[in-house]
């Protein structure tokens, strides 16, 4: 059977909250859109995402301390072109999530903040704990408000260059685009089934679309520094791989070891956070689980029991639902496979160092450098995804 056949002047492929943006902007500056993706279009990382998005709106805080609080936090590895473009885009960001529908949580008449780890100062916007979803479905409805052409399930598979056009097949069908923009995220799911790991992300975070991207010539960059989130769920079993809310901590819970003594700066920037608990359990201060997994406690007792109402819920409804109440006893936590620090090597604009080949969100490295702060990567999303998906719409053209 012959595939079917289309031709755009811009292919997004994935559906996360950098693919969205990527696809709502090059449709509204003119651009026929197609977006694939390899599951449903729901199915991603982005609409996991609990904690918030990182942007300087409090008082004493401005886009150069965030950016300085990047550069830390990444050890100085981060690109800082991108990184004052993250963080001086971030405040017009938050307004343009809002006039597509996102409602971040407020109070006292301005947005709640929380204090995240490795940042200066409270900066992080939250929709409840369900940040993530709120902007990945207001992104999916301008999406398909729109003329863009939505391909769920159709994976890429094959990705090559014509004379003047690109080539993809994605699924059944054969796509022609005058630019491509890859947002198709991470590798953790599969990295941590190969290390026999827990993983917090989504089944489709699998990495083969970098792999497309290297062999047609791109440069990538620190592919190796991989990200474990601090809280993974260690018990009971149903909570494994979940992704405990970094603002648990934001809002004064703290790491114990089995002797209840706090043994790091629970707010510290993530790598620190983790590594604190591997050396912690190392040193045999560690608990065990009832299925003899490692664990630390997080006192998640010491969070009021109004700042969970309103920032927690969610994760208050799985863990009560799993027979615990985190406002009465401590959590078992342990470090989990999260994040691709790294990834294919971005200009200003989203334009990988192949030509007409645009990267943004997760699958694009350089923004975090080899260790990301927390909220940082659903502002990534959203801010690279806009241009990316406006300059490959000028490029096509
Ligand atoms: C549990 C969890 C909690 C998180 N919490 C936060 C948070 O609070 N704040 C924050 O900033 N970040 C958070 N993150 C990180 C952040 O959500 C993600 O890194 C980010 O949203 C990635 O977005 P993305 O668009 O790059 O990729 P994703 O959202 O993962 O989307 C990738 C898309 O690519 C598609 N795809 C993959 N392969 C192919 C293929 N071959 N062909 C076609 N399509 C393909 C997938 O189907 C999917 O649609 C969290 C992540 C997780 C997992």
Known sequence: MAADRLSVDVLVVGSGASGLAAAVSAERAGARVALAAKGSLQSCNSAKAQGGIQAAFGEDDSPEAHAEDVWRSSHETADMRLVHILTSEAPSTIQWLEESGVEFTRSNGGYRLARC????????????DRTGLAITSALREAVERSSALTLPKSPLA??????????????????????????????????????????????????????????????????????YH????????SMQGYSIPETTRAYGAVLLN????????????????SQAIFDEVE????????????????????????????SLPYMLRRYRAAGIDPLAEPILTYPVLHYQNGGLVVDERG??????????????????????????SLLECVVFGRHAGKAAFEKAR
């Open 158 to 227: 094959e990705l090559a260059r014509t004379e003047s056009d690109w080539r993809a097949r994605c699924g059944e069908r054969v796509v022609e685009a005058g630019a491509v923009v890859l947002a198709a995220g991470g590798r953790c799911f599969r990295e941590a089934e190969e290390r026999g790991e827990l993983s917090t992300n989504h089944p489709g975070a699998t990495g083969e679309v970098t792999q497309i991207a290297l062999a047609l010539g791109a440069q990538a960059r620190d592919l190796d520094a991989l990200q």
């Open 258 to 273: 089995a002797e209840d003594e706090e043994f790091t700066d629970s707010l510290g920037p993530r790598d620190e956070v």
């Open 117 to 128: 780890g490795g940042a200066s100062r409270k900066r992080l916007l939250q929709v409840g």
């Open 283 to 310: 040193k045999g201060l560690g608990v065990e689980t009832a299925d003899g997994r490692p664990a630390v406690w997080l006192d998640t007792t010491r969070i009021s029991a109004e700042d969970a109402e309103i």
């Open 351 to 376: 334009e990988t160092t192949v030509e007409g080949l645009f990267a943004c969100g997760e699958i694009a490295g350089g923004t975090h450098g080899r260790n990301r702060m927390m909220g940082n």
């Open 230 to 237: 601090p809280n993974g769920g260690a018990w009971p079993a």
